[in-house]
């Protein structure tokens, strides 16, 4: 990953340990994907308390979170840096968005 922006320069690791909080936003994300998953299994192969389809989902879903990883890892950075940084159409006019205390 680039330290910064390759078209306006904006610095994308804000200050020390910033991207510490992608790790709520990736958390948030496994956790829509597990609830995705669980109803897609419940609709497509069923949750039963007499078998152990519930425990496929399980290990099927631990997988798939894991496979995920790397685009889910990139996308928590680009859902958590949208939160401190939004689109400026005059980026080549605007300084690019630093925090105002020095580190
Ligand atoms: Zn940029």
Not at 32 to 42: C, G, H, K, P, R
Not at 85 to 93: A, F, L, R, T
């Amino acid at each position: 990953m680039h330290d910064n922006c390759p078209e306006c320069g904006q610095k994308y690791d804000l200050e020390q340990g910033f991207w510490y909080g992608t790790g709520y936003v990736s958390y948030a994300l496994a956790v829509a994907i597990s609830v995705a998953t669980f109803i897609a299994w419940m609709v497509l192969i069923g949750v039963s308390t007499e078998d152990n389809r519930v425990f496929y989902w399980l290990a099927f879903n631990g997988l798939f979170l894991v496979v995920l990883q790397p685009w889910m890892m990139r996308l928590s950075r680009v859902i958590y840096l949208y939160f401190f940084v939004s689109y400026d159409e005059n980026y080549k006019q605007t300084n690019p968005v630093e925090f105002d205390h020095k580190q």
